[in-house]
């Protein structure tokens, strides 16, 4: 980064990839509101730790799973695009074990269920079964079946050999869809 202030850097961070976390976020929530939580989430956690980090503080090349870099550190990061989608990843799958804990569902009990498309309640089915799921498994489900990212890109991510991934990634399937025929 260019900037000269800590403040324009963030600015600059939040203007590059607030559009791509918004529609992770959106699209593992199935929920505008929530998908703004989730965006206001990951950028405070990101000026947060960034007002923390202490001058003498080391920089490293990234975060583990369910936790978000410094922004000094997310600026650093080989791909921060990708860092803001795990991010982003990371914060809705949270939203929706709050959701499922509270048992808060976009549908409506007094909605007849007739009036409930099938297609709106296989959603539903899915974004609890992900909420199932431990956070590592949620995050590497949703970054390659939702936001579309390659083998190869997750096997980097998760530092993971390529089979590892996809053996895992069969497995996180069949758990799905065992926790969605419960």
């Known amino acids: 980064m260019t900037s000269t202030t800590p403040l324009a850097g963030f600015a600059e961070l939040y203007e590059q990839h607030y559009e791509a976390v918004f529609r992770a976020a959106l699209r593992v929530t199935g929920n505008p509101a929530d998908a703004e939580d989730v965006l206001q989430t990951v950028f405070l956690r990101v000026l947060a730790r960034r007002g923390d980090a202490g001058a003498d503080r080391l920089r490293t090349s990234g975060a583990t799973a369910g936790q978000e ?8 990061v ?24 509270h048992a808060e569902s976009g549908l409506d009990d007094r909605t007849p269920h007739a009036a409930v498309q099938p297609p709106l309640l296989l959603k539903e089915r899915l974004r609890r079964a992900v909420a199932v799921l431990d956070g590592e498994d949620a995050s590497l489900f949703l970054l390659r079946h939702v936001e579309g990212l390659s083998i190869e890109e997750l096997a980097g991510m998760f530092q993971m050999e390529r089979n590892n991934v996809s053996v ?8 799905l869809q065992a926790e969605m025929n419960r």
């Open 69 to 76: 870099a410094p922004a000094h550190e997310v600026e650093t």
């Open 78 to 101: 080989a791909l921060p695009a990708a860092y803001f989608r795990r991010a982003a990843v990371n914060a809705a799958v949270d939203v929706l074990r709050r959701r499922e804990i």
């Open 168 to 175: 895992r990634l069969h497995r996180i399937r069949h758990r």
